[in-house]
C-alpha cells in the first residue's frame, strides 16, 4: 500500500471541510480561570457540582443500541474505579476489565473494587514474554516511539484484547490526569497561574500522546473507547475551578478533588491510593527498561546521542522502541510528528 507524498496531522477542535479547509470548533483555551477563592478548600457544592458533571458524562457514554454491550477499563487506580462506580449506578450488569503481570498491583486492587461495586470483573495476567512478542505490534498500531507512551500502550493492548471477547465499547479514565492536574511531575508547581497554564497544555496535546494511545489499542481489537473525563462539560468545569485546589502538598495529595468526589462512592484506600502510571500498576514499565537496558548498550546509545543528525531520544528505552519504529516505517513516518509525553520523570531519563 502507498503512502501519500505529505501527511499533515489533524489539529484537535477542529473540522475541515474541502472548499473551505480547517475551522476551530473548539478552544481549550479560551476557557476562562476563575479567579483565586477567598477559601483554601472546595466546598460541598463544589465537590457535587463535580461528581454530578462526571456522572453525567459516564451516563452518556453508556448510551448504545442493545446489540453493542459497554464495559469498563477498571485498574484499581482512582479514575477508573470513579467512573465504575458511577457506570454501575446505571448498569447491570456490568463487565470490568483488567490485565497485568503476575506481580502487579492493578490486579489487586481492581479485583477489590469490583467485589465492592458488583461488576462481572475480567483479568488476563501477562508474561514478560508476552509483551515482547507483542510490542512490535503495539508499536505498529501507535505509530509512535515515545518511551511512556509505548510501555503503557502494552497492557491497554492486552486489555482491548480481553475486551473484544464480551463488549464493542469500554469506558477508560484517559484525561483526568490532565485536567485534575494528577501527574507526579505538576508537584512542581507552587503557584496557580503556572498549575493553570500546564494542565491546560498537556490536555491540548491528548490527541498525539495517550489518546492516540487509548484510540489506537482499542481500535486495532475493533473496539471503541469513550472517554467521560474529556466531556466538554466536565473539562469546562474542570478548568473553571480556582487552579489552588489542584495544587499538590504535603497535605493535599494529587487529584484531592476527586478523591474527595469518591469517598462515598468507592473503598477508603482506593480512594486514597496513590497515583501511579497505568505501566507501572500493570507491571509493564520496569520490565522493559531492564529488557532494554541490555539490548542498547551504554556506548550505542552515547553514539546515537552524540549524532547530530540522529533523533532525539531520551533513555535507552527510547531508543530500542525507536529501532522498531524505524524498521517497521522506514521514512515514511517523519518523527518531528510524534507527540512528546511531558509526564516523564528525571527516574526514568537515561
Given at each position: 500500500?502507498g503512502?501519500?507524498?505529505e ?7 477542529h473540522?475541515?471541510?474541502s472548499?473551505?479547509?480547517?475551522r476551530?470548533?473548539y478552544?481549550l ?6 479567579p483565586?477563592?477567598m477559601?483554601k ?17 459516564v451516563?452518556?457514554?453508556?448510551i ?5 454491550p ?7 487506580g482512582?479514575?477508573?474505579?470513579l ?12 463487565d470490568?476489565f ?7 498491583e492493578?490486579i489487586?486492587?481492581?479485583r477489590?473494587?469490583?467485589?465492592f461495586?458488583?461488576?462481572r ?13 507483542v510490542l512490535p ?13 509505548v510501555?503503557?500502550?502494552?497492557p491497554?493492548y ?21 485536567i ?5 511531575y ?8 503556572s ?5 491546560r497544555?498537556?490536555?491540548?496535546k ?8 487509548a484510540?489506537?489499542?482499542t ?9 467521560p ?13 480556582p487552579?489552588?485546589?489542584k495544587l499538590?502538598?504535603e497535605n ?8 474527595r468526589?469518591?469517598?462515598n ?6 480512594v486514597w491510593?496513590?497515583?501511579q502510571k ?5 507491571g509493564?514499565?520496569?520490565a522493559l527498561?531492564?529488557y532494554a537496558?541490555?539490548?542498547i548498550s551504554?556506548?550505542?546509545?552515547a ?5 547530530p ?17 524505524k ?24
Amino acid at each position: 500500500m502507498g503512502v501519500a507524498a505529505e501527511i499533515k496531522e489533524f489539529p484537535p477542535g477542529h473540522w475541515w471541510h474541502s472548499q473551505k479547509g480547517l475551522r476551530r470548533f473548539y478552544d481549550l483555551n479560551a476557557l476562562p480561570q476563575k479567579p483565586s477563592p477567598m477559601r483554601k478548600q472546595p466546598d460541598e457544592e463544589a465537590l457535587r457540582l463535580i461528581q454530578n458533571t462526571l456522572r453525567h458524562a459516564v451516563h452518556k457514554r453508556l448510551i448504545a443500541d442493545e446489540t453493542v454491550p459497554v464495559g469498563v477499563s477498571q485498574s484499581g487506580g482512582l479514575d477508573s474505579s470513579l467512573v465504575t462506580a458511577l457506570a454501575r449506578e446505571a448498569k447491570t450488569p456490568l463487565d470490568s476489565f483488567v490485565v497485568g503481570t503476575a506481580d502487579s498491583e492493578d490486579i489487586a486492587a481492581s479485583r477489590q473494587v469490583a467485589d465492592f461495586l458488583g461488576t462481572r470483573h475480567h483479568v488476563y495476567i501477562y508474561s514478560v514474554e508476552e509483551m515482547l512478542e507483542v510490542l512490535p505490534e503495539v508499536i505498529y498500531h501507535l505509530e509512535s516511539f515515545d518511551a511512556p507512551l509505548v510501555r503503557s500502550a502494552i497492557p491497554n493492548y492486552f486489555l482491548a484484547r480481553l475486551a473484544a471477547d464480551y463488549v464493542k465499547v469500554t469506558l477508560l479514565g484517559e484525561g483526568a490526569d490532565e485536567i485534575f492536574a494528577g501527574y507526579e511531575y505538576l508537584a512542581d508547581y507552587v503557584d496557580a497561574e503556572s498549575l493553570d497554564a500546564e494542565p491546560r497544555l498537556i490536555t491540548n496535546k491528548l490527541h498525539n500522546t495517550n489518546l492516540q494511545r487509548a484510540d489506537r489499542m482499542t481500535m486495532a481489537h475493533g473496539i471503541e473507547g469513550r472517554v467521560p473525563f474529556l466531556d466538554k462539560e466536565v473539562i469546562r468545569t474542570a478548568f473553571s475551578l480556582p487552579a489552588e485546589w489542584k495544587l499538590q502538598s504535603e497535605n493535599r495529595p494529587e487529584k484531592e478533588l476527586l478523591r474527595r468526589v469518591a469517598a462515598n462512592l468507592l473503598p477508603e484506600n482506593i480512594v486514597w491510593r496513590p497515583k501511579q502510571k497505568f505501566s507501572d500498576g500493570a507491571g509493564s514499565m520496569h520490565a522493559l527498561t531492564a529488557y532494554a537496558d541490555e539490548k542498547i548498550s551504554d556506548s550505542e546509545y552515547a553514539a546515537h546521542r552524540r549524532s547530530p543528525d540522529a533523533v532525539p531520544v531520551r533513555s535507552k528505552e527510547e531508543l530500542f522502541y525507536y529501532r522498531i519504529f524505524k524498521e517497521i516505517f522506514g521514512n515514511d513516518l517523519s518523527p518531528d510528528s510524534i507527540g512528546v509525553t511531558r509526564s516523564i520523570t528525571a527516574d526514568e531519563l537515561d
